[in-house]
């Protein structure tokens, strides 16, 4: 209930201030673009500004919070109040209307229009039932605004896994608002639900600006929306749809605002764009393009004087940076010497490889929008495509794993898995020729705005790659990240809208309908016939929600380890005790975490740390694996000290027993020796039963987690301290 009482004044709130900050129309309402739009993004940085100013004194706690609400909500009320009340009123009724006519001119719209319905309404119930049960959010998304929460601040804390301390944090603070009050993860899907609302409306209100007909807008938004990787994201907590909802907002309120000649709006462009860039760091990689789409549109419309809008939108967005974005970044400097973070996480997400794999990468991520996500078709024409993207390889003498840090293996996707599908079918059906299309047709018929528009949205795409390419290592998981791009870039979808029905409207018709009516309900891990079942076998929703958070893979059967040990936790150790974990860097450490609500003491120590902590106030330690990895090193690759050595294989080993010893592979993939310069990835820390003993501790309970995932192999270890039994 909190939580609703909080969300209420957060949203009335950030409803005044869009009302008063809005361009009016001649009757003093907010012009229809803009409230919306600001609604949303005030919400985000009241949101942003609150949990920040509390964390500075470490005071993150629920009435601190309300409190925070409570003062946003009068000021914003006492402003409203000075500004003659202006009120935004939604224009539903009219944007029914002309929907209607739009979808009444074209039938096959009109049978999109169900699908679309379907979707979203499959969505909703998602959304509001599947509990967070995804590997990045129990490791990282999520899993850091846990930690959040019970320190009571945003700062670092002790982790294995570097991803929940150098990456940005925008998103991660909403989930925190929302497990602060409710001390679970109820709703937090609908975070990347409302960031796909702003894509559509963005998108739809940006082909508006450019006189395009309805029914290319509702074309460009069905489209778009039956891409498999935005199906997928959208009952997620990954935030490429999210950070791409943000800056369409951005790219809108700047087109905006030089239509309507008004400064203020520029604000509101760059609050967006800084809020995204706080976010996920593909914001800052698509910068570069964005930019050059917003300084193309000024100049068209302003010539001489298009540097006006340009200098005041990137002053406005530093100072936004500053205020909402800049904390984390500034955390990694204090702590890293660099704003990106650590020496071993720039490494393994930079760019090596020089101009050669910058073209390779480039090839990389055109041949990744051949994605066949949720048909098989792939199996017939998969090794060709391969073979194709080789051949290239070849021909311009270029190793074909130059520049990859995780490799894909050249396989083509057909799967529904979350963090490797792509945009689906429609993304090369659809979407490549359409950003094809717009470039070329932008040289032929330069007199036409739409066109040469959409040759600007065509242009951004292949840009964005190639800053993209020369970057970041190639990664199969960047999948997503090209989605982000592809969603920036979607207003040229306009240009692919086929006026009369024919085959090839017939047959785009038929893969949109089987993305809305079939592959939304058969999302990997999310089948909704499979999810129905278990809600009618099953009690009640709150163990149904368990056994989904739980389960091990589609069929949900078994259990992942970090349940097996929060049950045992719950069972056999007291409340009140106090458990150090040595964790590994891929545990779902958020499971047990949040036991810290329920009257024990969780607290995660570091494996490389072993042999300096004082371990004599722990009731109990755990160790999560027998050998436990950490991306959080203890110093820089030159500072390390080597104590094993290397044999003729690679591997390596002390030449005698240690109860505790450590060992470091490099960005080669190689176990680290003293004379090599290569950066240090991770240690890999044994910590063997003899280490406790000597300590006072004894070997109560052992798990032995076998599976074919390899992150669900575990072997956890519990001790408990003989001196407090």
């Not at 989930?175 to 702003?198: A, E, M, R, T």
């Amino acid at each position: 209930m909190m939580f609703f009482i909080s969300l209420l004044m957060v949203f009335v709130s950030s409803y005044f201030m869009a009302c008063v900050f809005s361009p009016k129309d001649e009757t003093n309402r907010p012009k229809s673009v803009y409230p919306f739009l600001y609604l949303l993004l005030i919400m985000f940085a009241q949101v942003i500004l609150t949990m920040e100013t509390l964390s500075l004194f470490s005071a993150i706690k629920e009435n601190n919070v309300l409190f925070m609400n409570v003062l946003f909500l009068v000021l914003s009320g006492v402003l409203w109040f000075k500004n003659n009340r202006p009120l935004y009123v939604p224009r539903i009724k009219e944007t029914y209307s002309q929907i209607l006519k739009g979808l009444k001119r074209d039938k096959v719209l009109m049978i999109m229009a169900f699908g679309f319905v379907f979707f979203i309404l499959t969505v909703i119930v998602l959304d509001a039932f599947l509990p967070v049960n995804g590997a990045d959010a129990l490791t990282y998304h999520l899993n850091r605004a846990s930690y959040w929460m019970f320190q009571g601040n945003l700062n670092h804390f002790t982790i294995s896994d570097d991803r929940n301390l150098v990456m940005p944090i925008n998103s991660e603070i909403l989930y925190l608002w929302n497990i602060l009050f409710f001390k679970n993860d109820i709703g937090l899907y609908f975070i990347s639900f409302i960031g796909y609302i702003g894509v559509i409306f963005s998108i739809y209100n940006i082909l508006r600006y450019f006189g395009f007909s309805e029914r290319r807008k509702l074309w460009t938004i069905f489209i778009l929306s039956s891409f498999a990787s935005v199906m997928a994201q959208v009952s997620s907590l990954e935030t490429d749809v999210l950070i791409a909802g943000i800056i369409l907002a951005s790219i809108t309120l700047f087109l905006y605002a030089l239509k309507d000649k008004n400064h203020s709006v520029i604000y509101f462009s760059s609050l967006a764009y800084a809020i995204a860039m706080g976010t996920k760091s593909p914001a800052v990689i698509a910068f570069p393009g964005v930019f050059l789409l917003m300084t193309y549109f000024s100049y068209k419309d302003l010539k001489k004087e298009c540097y006006k809008p340009l200098v005041s939108f990137l002053a406005f967005l530093f100072i936004n940076f500053m205020i909402f974005s800049s904390y984390n970044y500034i955390l990694n400097f204090i702590d890293y010497k660099s704003f990106l973070g650590s020496e071993s996480a720039r490494a393994i997400h930079g760019f090596t490889g020089g101009y050669k794999a910058f073209i390779a990468n480039y090839i990389r991520y055109i041949f990744m929008m051949f994605d066949f996500s949720g048909f098989k078709y792939s199996e017939y024409v998969g090794e060709h495509i391969i073979n194709a993207k080789l051949a290239i390889f070849n021909f311009l003498h270029i190793p074909e794993d130059l520049g990859v840090s995780m490799s894909d293996n050249n396989i083509i996707n057909n799967r529904f898995l979350n963090v490797k599908v792509g945009t689906g079918l429609l993304g090369f059906l659809v979407f490549m020729p359409a950003a094809i299309t717009s470039i070329i047709l932008g040289f032929l018929r330069k007199n036409s705005k739409k066109i040469t528009a959409m040759q600007a949205f065509g242009f951004m795409f292949f840009i964005n790659v190639g800053v993209m390419s020369g970057i970041l290592a190639y990664m199969v998981f960047s999948v997503r990240f090209l989605t982000f791009l592809v969603l920036l870039s979607c207003p040229v979808l306009a240009l692919s809208y086929i006026r009369k029905t024919n085959i090839i409207k017939l047959l785009l018709l038929f893969f949109v309908m089987s993305y809305f009516l079939i592959m939304s309900v058969n999302l990997s891990g999310r089948q909704h016939a499979e999810i129905a079942k278990l809600i009618l076998k099953t009690p009640s929703l709150h163990y149904a929600r368990e056994i989904l958070r739980c389960s091990l893979y589609t069929g949900y059967e078994g259990r992942k380890p970090f349940c097996h040990i929060r049950d045992y936790i719950q069972t056999d150790i007291p409340k009140g005790s106090k458990i150090g974990v040595f964790a590994d860097a891929s545990d779902s450490s958020y499971l047990i975490n949040m036991l810290n609500a329920y009257g024990y003491k969780i607290i995660t120590l570091l494996p490389e740390k072993a042999p300096t902590y004082n371990l004599s106030g722990f009731d109990y330690l755990i160790t999560t694996n027998k050998v436990l990895t950490s991306t959080v090193l203890l110093t820089d690759t030159q500072n390390t000290e080597i104590k094993y050595l290397i044999d003729k294989y690679g591997r390596a080993y002390y030449p005698e027993y240690h109860p505790f010893s450590c060992v470091y592979e490099d960005v080669d993939k190689e176990f680290h020796y003293k004379d090599r310069d290569n950066i240090i990835m991770d240690s890999r820390c044994f910590i063997d039963i003899p280490f406790f003993e000597k300590r006072n501790f004894v070997l109560i309970k052992a798990f032995d987690f076998k599976s074919e995932i390899i992150e669900y192999k575990k072997y956890v270890s519990v001790y408990k301290n003989k001196k407090k039994s």
